[in-house]
């Protein structure tokens, strides 16, 4: 019996914008995503009959619904391999967080797969195989400070994001992502981040322009529904940070600290009133 352990990393995005519905119902968007430390450690193991998933949290699902679950049998099925694996998924990144915990771990199952089989499938070859799975696993395949176009298939590196602390707070609630795409296509007159204001920033190794220019326009349609946001995000500014924004759909809001004292003093400050906070590092690669 063979067995591997994969890291599988959160994402934030440092931009996120939103053109328009597609005719296949798909939103167009361009954002700029981050690897951060904050990660799960996914055990998988090869065995001789069918596909298991379990996770330290009971409630997830451990069928077809966990994108696990899915990935790996997306992977044999694409390399027509008659192999099968048992999956543990250790969580520590928050659930319906809009931190990509899900399609990091579908992304570290392909990659697993893919060294524990010898197969050497290119990381093309997999990101295609995850594009099926969800919009963000080619991303978390590659991991790093990346520009999604399209749905989130087209992608582009880009510049390093300066070395810096970065703090999460995850609220008590979760936001839906068909919930905050259907009221945003409702919404009229919607302010656009700007996106090339904060690629010029990654260029010149800029972290205060880069603060600066973050922006999700998401928050148009979820802060008014939950006020709490908006809370949160003054309240780590008045802790030092240099920039504050949610991630995805929400409901996490992550900040930027220049200053790590001042990172780790935030997030003992925001655990106590709102229960879920981490400081971070900025991860430049997933090594998959």
């Known amino acids: 019996m063979e067995t591997l352990t994969m890291r599988s990393y959160a994402k934030i995005n440092l931009s996120l914008d939103v053109l328009g519905r597609l005719p296949n119902g798909y939103h167009e968007i361009k954002t700029v995503m981050q690897t951060v430390s904050l990660h799960d450690v996914i055990r998988i193991t090869k065995r001789d009959v069918?596909?298991?998933?379990?996770?330290?949290?009971?409630?997830?699902?451990t069928d077809g619904e966990n994108l696990a679950y899915a990935a790996a049998e997306a992977f044999f099925r694409?390399?027509?391999?008659?192999?099968?694996?048992d999956i543990y998924l250790e969580k520590h990144i928050p659930v319906g967080a809009g931190l990509a915990g899900?399609?990091?771990?579908?992304?570290?199952?392909l990659a697993g797969l893919n060294r524990l089989y010898g197969t050497r499938l290119p990381k093309r070859r997999l990101?295609?195989?995850?594009e099926k799975l969800g919009a963000d696993v080619p991303y978390c395949l590659l991991g790093?400070?990346?520009?999604?176009?399209?749905?989130?298939?087209?992608?582009?590196?880009?510049p390093n994001l300066p070395d810096c602390s970065i703090v999460l707070v995850?609220?008590?609630?979760?936001v839906s992502t068909k919930w905050a795409y259907e009221n945003l296509d409702a919404q009229e007159n919607l302010n656009h981040p700007d996106s090339y204001a904060l690629i010029a920033a990654l260029a010149e190794g800029d972290l205060k322009g880069v603060c600066a220019a973050m922006g999700?326009?998401?928050e148009e349609v979820t802060v008014p529904h939950h006020p709490m946001l908006a809370v949160i995000k003054d309240r780590l500014y008045a802790l030092g940070a240099l920039g504050a924004i949610m991630s995805g759909s929400g409901p996490t809001v992550f900040a930027i600290f220049d200053d790590e004292e001042k990172a780790v003093e935030a997030k003992s400050e925001m655990r106590m009133d709102y229960g879920t906070a981490y400081v971070c590092k900025v991860?430049?690669?997933?090594n998959y």
């Open 216 to 218: 999700n326009v998401l």
């Open 78 to 85: 694409e390399t027509k391999i008659a192999g099968e694996a």
């Open 283 to 286: 991860v430049n690669s997933c």
């Open 127 to 130: 990101c295609a195989i995850g």
């Open 170 to 174: 995850k609220p008590r609630f979760s």
């Open 144 to 158: 790093g400070t990346r520009l999604a176009e399209g749905i989130g298939e087209k992608i582009s590196r880009l």
């Open 50 to 61: 069918g596909v298991s998933v379990a996770a330290s949290l009971k409630f997830l699902p």
């Open 102 to 109: 899900g399609s990091g771990n579908a992304a570290a199952v």
